[in-house]
C-alpha cells in the first residue's frame, strides 16, 4: 500500500505536536507539546505513534554549517 501524503492534513497543525500511526498514514492525536499529543493518541486506543512537531509554514529556516568568517 503507498503511504497517503499528509502535507494539507499537517498544515491544520501548525506549531503544534501530532501522533501519526507508523505506516505515516493517519493523523491520531495533537497537542502543544508531544507528551499532549501521546495522550491525545492513546485516549483514541493508538499506542505505537511517531510524534512530531510541525512548524510554522510562514518562516524560513537557514542552516551554516563549517566555519563561518
Not at 505515516?24 to 492525536?29: D, P, S, T, Y
Not at 493518541?41 to 551554516?64: C, K, N, P, W
Amino acid at each position: 500500500m503507498e503511504n497517503q501524503d499528509l502535507s494539507y492534513e499537517l498544515l491544520k497543525y501548525e506549531n503544534q505536536w501530532v501522533a501519526i500511526l507508523e505506516d505515516e498514514e493517519r493523523i491520531v492525536g495533537s497537542g502543544s507539546d508531544a507528551y499532549e499529543a501521546k495522550q491525545d493518541a492513546e485516549r483514541h486506543g493508538y499506542s505505537e505513534v511517531i510524534l512530531m512537531r510541525v512548524r510554522a509554514t510562514d518562516v524560513y529556516y537557514a542552516f551554516q554549517s563549517g566555519n563561518a568568517i
